[in-house]
């Protein structure tokens, strides 16, 4: 069962998340204060989830769902594979994002 991660949440899910997405975004990680050293599902934290919702093409809803905790590899917008995926320096998108600009696969 997926736990469902929204504002206020707490524990090592939201730890891990916070990590994720600082890696995923890349140089935008450095808007929002990923680094901090609580479990909570903060505002800080919402909004970076939107940031990388938006960024993919989902609802940027801020709340990361069992669409977004799928296994890695079963989806290219799911966190997990976007986490071990290496980022376009230049768009800041996965290379197999259909938005990505393709500069780094040249």
């Not at 505002?43 to 990388?52: G, M, P």
Request: aromatic fraction near 4%; glycine fraction near 8%.
């Amino acid at each position: 069962m997926v736990k469902l991660l929204l504002q206020d949440s707490s524990g090592p899910e939201v730890v891990q998340l916070r990590k994720c997405l600082a890696a995923t975004l890349g140089s935008d990680a450095q808007m929002f204060d990923l680094q901090a050293k609580n479990d909570l599902f903060d505002e800080t934290l919402v909004a970076a989830v939107r940031h990388w919702q938006s960024n993919i093409g989902i609802l940027a809803d801020g709340i990361v769902g069992p669409y977004c905790q799928r296994p890695a590899g079963s989806d290219k917008r799911s966190l997990p594979r976007a986490c071990g995926q290496m980022m376009c320096k230049t768009c800041s998108r996965p290379p197999s994002h259909p938005t990505c600009c393709g500069i780094c696969r040249m």
